[in-house]
T-cell receptor, first 114, second 111 residues
Framework: ETGVTQTPRHLVMGMTNKKSLKCEQH?????MYWYKQSAKKPLELMFV???????ENNSVPSRFSPECPNSSHLFLHLHTLQPEDSALYLC?????????????FGPGTRLTVT | KQEVTQIPAALSVPEGENLVLNCSFT??????LQWFRQDPGKGLTSLLL???SQREQTSGRLNASLDKSSGRSTLYIAASQPGDSATYLC??????????WGAGTKLIIKP
């Protein structure tokens, strides 16, 4: 266990649904990340939060809406997704929001959009 | 724009062999380089982090080297075991200090 949990582990949703992914870290870290991992492609950084403030948004479509109510919790709200959004969504945390710090990853949520 | 490449995409070797995984990057101005392991359903685990001023790092049977000038890193695994079977990912720090990832090498160790 890395100290980062994600729920649900698997999610199947239609293109008109609204769902949310949850991430929680028990490591006392200040930074949290959302990544997208598509089959046979490199991880794509989506969002970075540091001390609850969003510091990075890598041109992610507005159908993905992040929320960080505190340094321990991170959500990814999903609505009107497309089939190409099917992927593994990984959450990570680190002591600070730079690559000088090691990132700790959750097990991911496998999302399928039908 | 930094790009990270990992070759081969997949590798299968008999148990007990020593092996090398490769990672190359296009921009040598990196802050550090990290190797991760990904197991199905278990997320990513950091294996080794090499700072830009370092040439190598070791942890148990793993040794990672870094040659910034040539844009290359290798992960050496000694005396491979079936439990080493996983996907190995390489990532370098980008200009904004965030990680740029390779697509990974899927390693299978045959008993």
């Amino acid at each position: 266990e890395t100290g980062v949990t994600q729920t649900p582990r698997h999610l199947v949703m239609g293109m008109t649904n609204k769902k949310s992914l949850k991430c929680e870290q028990h490591l006392g870290h200040n930074a949290m990340y959302w990544y997208k991992q598509s089959a046979k492609k490199p991880l794509e950084l989506m969002f970075v939060y540091n001390f609850k403030e969003q510091t990075e948004n890598n041109s992610v479509p507005s159908r993905f809406s992040p929320e960080c109510p505190n340094s321990s919790h991170l959500f990814l709200h999903l609505h009107t997704l497309q089939p190409e959004d099917s992927a593994l969504y990984l959450c990570a945390s680190s002591p600070g929001a730079t690559a000088t710090y090691e990132q700790y990853f959750g097990p991911g949520t496998r999302l399928t959009v039908t | 724009k930094q790009e990270v490449t990992q070759i081969p995409a997949a590798l299968s070797v008999p148990e007990g062999e020593n092996l090398v995984l490769n990672c190359s990057f296009t921009d040598s101005a990196i802050y550090n380089l990290q190797w991760f392991r990904q197991d199905p359903g278990k997320g990513l685990t950091s294996l080794l982090l090499i700072q830009s001023s370092q040439r190598e790092q070791t942890s148990g049977r793993l040794n990672a080297s870094l040659d910034k000038s040539s844009g290359r890193s290798t992960l050496y695994i000694a005396a491979s075991q079936p439990g080493d079977s996983a996907t190995y990912l390489c990532a370098v720090s980008g200009s904004n200090y965030q990680l740029i990832w390779g697509a990974g090498t899927k390693l299978i160790i045959k008993p």
